[in-house]
């Protein structure tokens, strides 16, 4: 096995592409931080693939280096890191299986003090990382998304892209009033998402506040939600404008630049962080990769926000 050294003396096109150049450690035993793939889209609504995300990430994630150029942050130098692979699936035919199995794999992470940082899969999978690392108390959310994903059901099934934080906020897993919502946009059907989120006490700000607010105040008002406790970051790529994240399933224009996202998760540095995850990249919509590149950037960003949180424990 390729060592973390020889990771990063190799160029960047060679070797086996792990999260990051990373060395590949599938028992998360003695890390900081495991990145993760969790390869399932059995949740989408409309256009499939995020289940190819992980991959494809990964490999766009080679382009990655070390040094951050805007917090000097080094995540290598501040603690342990590796790619512990993919969450393996019974059978992905079975929705109430793979969230089990989803939940299962979090969970050994868990016990083991690490914190997970993972690349979806659709987002779906948010809710059953949540049924594993909020077990113990309610977290903050700090959730990017073109979409609240706080709808009840669709076609019958409570269990799909556009309902995490609602099954999430039922079981007592995430603290409403210590979530917001950023980028919300897009015509929908019934306002009933919207509605939802409002109401047990979200924090929503839709794209034309976020647009008038500017980022500065946007990282201030996320900040002032969340607080100091327990928080998770969940960065659905279709909350990026689909001109910089075209490769998704559910795109909707009008949105985040990526330059608007590299500062809002900078200006989240030092906050009480527990894990992130980047979601809903569909590499058959990206034939250029870029999206992947966004989704491994945006990683990247999260890492370095967590390194932190380890090293100022
Ligand atoms: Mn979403
Ligand atoms: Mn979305």
Redo the contacts with the bound molecule.
Sequence with gaps: MATEQDQKHLSRYMGIPTFMRTPYQPDPGGLDIALIGVPYDGGVTNRPGARHGPREIRNQSSLMRSIHHVTRVDPYALCRIADIGDVTFESVFDHNAAVRDIELFFACVHAAGVIPLSAGGD?SITYPVMKAIARDAPVGLIHI???T?TWDEFQGSKFMHGTPFRRAHEDGLLDASRTVQIGIRGAQNTTEGWDYSLEQGMRVIFMEEFTQMGIDAVIKEARRVVGNGPTYISF?V??LDPVYAPGTG?PEIGGITTIEAQALLRGLRNLNLIGGDVV?VSPPFDPGGNTALVGATLMYEILCLLAEVIANR
Excluded: Y
Aim: proline share 0%; glycine share 10%; charged share 50%.
């Design positions: 987002h998304d073109a979409h994903d659905d279709d909350g559910t809903e």
